[in-house]
C-alpha cells in the first residue's frame, strides 16, 4: 500500500516569496504523484502530475514540483507566490499502471501575507 | 461548461434521518467516486464506480450506500447518518478508470449530523 506525508499542516509566507511545500510518499513499488489545490469553498484541482519521464513537472498557475526517488519526495515549489495563491493543497500517490486508487495526504495550508 | 454538481451544497440533519447527496456530472466520463475529507485525516475515498451498475467499496464505505444507474449520476446515501459522518463530502469524476485520468471534483456538501 501507498502513504503520503505532508509535514507541514501550515506554511505562512509573504506574498512574493518563494514557497516550497514538501511531501514524501512510501511505497513498495512505482507510483504516480500529485498536487491538488483547494481554495476556500470549492472543490480539488489539480495542480501537476508525475506519472513518468522529466522528474521536473510544471504545473498551473506557475508551481512545479520535482520527483526524487531516492529521497521518496515529490515537494511543489513556486518562485514567487500571490494573495491568490492561498489555499490547501494536497499532495498524493497511486500506484503506477493501476486503476484510479489515489491515496492523499493531510495537506497544507498555505497563508499568503500581504 | 463540463462540472461535477452537488445538492445539496449544505446539510443539516438528525441522527437516524436517511439522505441523498446527488452528483452530477456532464462529461460523459466512466468513473465517478465519493470522498469524505476530515480536519487532520485529509480525503479518504468511499466509494467508486467504474461504470453503469459498477460499484465497489473506498477505504471507509461503513455507514454508506451508492447506485450508478446512470453514467451521469453517482448518489450517496445514508440511510442512518450518525454523527461521526458529520464531515466535508466530496464527489468526482474522471473519463476512465485509470490512475493517469484526472480527477475532477465537485464543490463539496457540507453535512452535519446532531
Redesign the interface.
Known amino acids: 500500500a501507498q502513504s503520503v506525508t505532508q509535514l507541514d499542516s501550515q506554511v505562512p509566507v509573504f506574498e512574493e516569496a518563494p514557497v516550497e511545500l514538501r511531501c514524501n510518499y512510501s511505497s513498495s513499488v512505482s507510483v504516480y504523484l500529485f498536487w491538488y489545490v483547494q481554495y476556500p469553498n470549492q472543490g480539488l484541482q489539480l495542480l501537476l502530475k508525475y506519472l513518468s519521464g522529466s522528474t521536473l513537472v510544471k504545473g498551473i498557475n506557475g508551481f512545479e514540483a520535482e520527483f526524487n526517488k531516492s529521497q521518496t519526495s515529490f515537494h511543489l515549489r513556486k518562485p514567487s507566490v500571490h494573495i491568490s495563491d492561498t489555499a490547501e493543497y494536497f499532495c498524493a500517490v497511486s500506484k503506477a499502471g493501476g486503476y484510479q486508487k489515489v491515496t492523499f495526504g493531510i495537506g497544507t495550508k498555505l497563508q499568503v501575507i500581504p | 461548461e463540463a462540472q461535477?454538481t452537488q445538492n445539496p451544497r449544505y446539510l443539516i440533519t438528525v441522527t437516524g434521518k436517511k439522505l441523498t447527496v446527488t452528483c452530477s456530472q456532464n462529461m460523459n466520463h466512466e468513473?465517478m467516486?465519493w470522498?469524505r475529507q476530515d480536519p487532520?485525516?485529509?480525503?479518504?475515498?468511499i466509494y467508486?464506480s467504474?461504470n453503469v451498475e459498477v460499484t465497489d467499496k473506498g477505504d471507509v464505505p461503513e455507514g454508506y450506500k451508492v447506485s450508478r444507474k446512470e453514467k451521469r449520476n453517482f448518489p450517496l446515501i445514508l440511510e442512518s447518518p450518525s454523527p461521526n459522518q458529520t464531515s466535508l463530502y466530496?464527489c468526482?469524476s474522471?473519463l476512465?478508470?485509470?490512475?493517469?485520468?484526472?480527477?475532477y471534483?465537485?464543490?463539496?456538501t457540507r453535512l452535519t449530523v446532531l
Open positions: 461535477v468513473y467516486s470522498y487532520g485525516l485529509g480525503l479518504r475515498q467508486y467504474m466530496f468526482a474522471s476512465g478508470g485509470s490512475n493517469t485520468d484526472t480527477q471534483f465537485g464543490p463539496g
